[in-house]
């Protein structure tokens, strides 16, 4: 047997939540954000899966070439624009959609030479303060964009920086601002990420841009993916490796951080940190040992951690184990481990196998 644990990841549930995106949003045209490596599902297998959005979003151009390398032929987008000129002419050759957002790439896409012109979105600042052109100076950026022999379709593109937060009436006012700052404007617009366009339909305009909700997790704090009649793509699952009875008293771990209140049997399983399970998940973070819930108890490890089997004396070596996923949300165990289920889902290490499942084909583990 080799190292039970595995990331298995489910086409057919982000394929659903893909269909939960279009139901949720009918009239726009959907970008699938596939950044960091498909939030660690595999930027090429999910981007494959998701052949039906019509487009993509990924952060820089080695994730955009890896797509067109793999016959993917859809827009896609560049969501932190371009970094230098030195990118301008694959930018242009493998057709990707810089989001530019400083008067600066502006200047390079005038004074370079290019194969080909480019589309791009010209981003703006709508209140979250991070990337963006101030919405005052956006008409004069867009009049130098159409002058420019560089550049072909202009979009307008901001991002909602308090989305996560239904009672936030920034949202609100960002879809405000972002209509306001260039009411004449005639290209396509761009707003909305999972939050966005599950919350404020009126955040939705031509293109919507879901990450979070495709792989199955809720981007409210405070509720689940389930809770939107999503299914969450991805399962870290493992299997006990050892069961060990201890006296009460007895210290578990590093640091001896879990004390046995009495005599009980402690399960040992294989996934930790070195895994990308959040070393700060305290004593009591769920777990699922065959399907039922447990907890887990004293400190992570790199490879290895600990679980409360007092209500399973059954429990064997080789049982199964779900940290997170199907009947387990990646939410709770965030909630528990104070991130966000985006920082979980990202943080999967490149040493976890992961075996895809999809109704038309047979498990593959790569
Ligand atoms: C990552 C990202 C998204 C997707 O956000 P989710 O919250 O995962 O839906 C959308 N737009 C931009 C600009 C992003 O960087």
Request: net charge negative; charged share 20%; with cysteine.
């Given at each position: 047997m080799s190292r039970p644990l595995r990331a298995r990841i489910d086409l057919d549930a982000l394929r659903h939540n893909l269909g939960c995106v279009r139901a949720a949003a009918p009239q726009s045209r959907v970008m699938a954000v596939v950044k960091a490596n498909g939030y660690g599902h595999g930027l090429v297998r999910v981007a494959q899966a998701l052949r039906e959005a019509?487009?993509?979003?990924?952060?820089?151009?080695?994730?955009?070439?890896r797509l067109r390398?793999?016959?993917?032929?859809?827009?896609?987008?560049?969501?932190?624009?371009?970094?230098?000129?030195?990118?301008?002419?694959?930018?242009s050759h493998y057709r990707t959609i810089p989001v530019l957002h400083t008067e600066r790439q502006i200047r390079q896409l005038e004074s370079t030479g290019m194969p080909q012109p480019i589309d791009v979105w010209l981003k703006v600042d709508t209140g979250m303060?991070?990337?963006?052109?101030?919405?005052?100076?956006?008409p004069?950026?867009?009049?130098?964009?159409?002058?420019?022999a560089n550049v072909n379709g202009i979009g307008l593109f901001s991002h909602l920086g308090y989305a996560d937060d239904r009672r936030s009436a920034q949202t609100q006012?960002?879809?405000?601002?972002?209509?306001?700052?260039?009411?004449?404007?005639?290209?396509v617009r761009s707003l909305a990420n999972s939050g966005g366009l599950l919350g404020w339909p009126e955040t939705q305009f031509d293109w919507i841009r879901p990450g979070l909700m495709l792989y199955g997790i809720s981007p409210f704090s405070g509720d689940t993916g389930p809770d939107h009649g999503l299914r969450p793509v991805m399962t870290l699952e493992s299997k006990l490796i050892a069961v060990n009875h201890f006296e009460r008293g007895a210290a578990v771990g590093?640091?001896?951080?879990w004390v046995c209140p009495e005599d009980m049997p402690v399960g040992v399983v294989a996934a930790g940190y070195g895994d990308g399970y959040p070393r700060h998940a305290p004593t009591g973070t769920p777990m699922l040992v065959n399907g039922r819930r447990t907890t887990l108890i004293g400190r992570v490890s790199m490879d290895m951690l600990c679980v409360d089997l007092r209500e399973q004396?059954?429990?064997?070596?080789?049982?199964?184990?779900?940290?997170?996923?199907?009947?387990?949300?990646?939410?709770?165990?965030?909630?528990?481990?104070?991130?966000?289920?985006?920082?979980?889902?990202?943080?999967?290490?490149?040493?976890?196998?992961?075996?895809?499942?999809?109704?038309?084909s047979a498990a593959v583990v790569t």
């Open positions: 019509e487009g993509f979003g990924v952060a820089c151009l080695e994730e955009a070439v390398e793999t016959g993917i032929q859809h827009p896609i987008t560049l969501l932190e624009g371009f970094f230098d000129r030195d990118e301008l002419a694959a930018v303060h991070r990337l963006g052109f101030a919405p005052d100076t956006v004069a950026m867009y009049q130098r964009l159409q002058a420019c006012r960002q879809c405000d601002r972002f209509k306001s700052v260039f009411e004449d404007f005639s290209g590093y640091g001896g951080a004396p059954q429990a064997c070596i080789g049982d199964s184990v779900v940290l997170w996923g199907q009947d387990l949300p990646a939410e709770e165990i965030a909630r528990c481990a104070g991130t966000i289920p985006y920082e979980l889902v990202c943080a999967i290490a490149s040493r976890v196998p992961v075996e895809v499942i999809e109704a038309a």
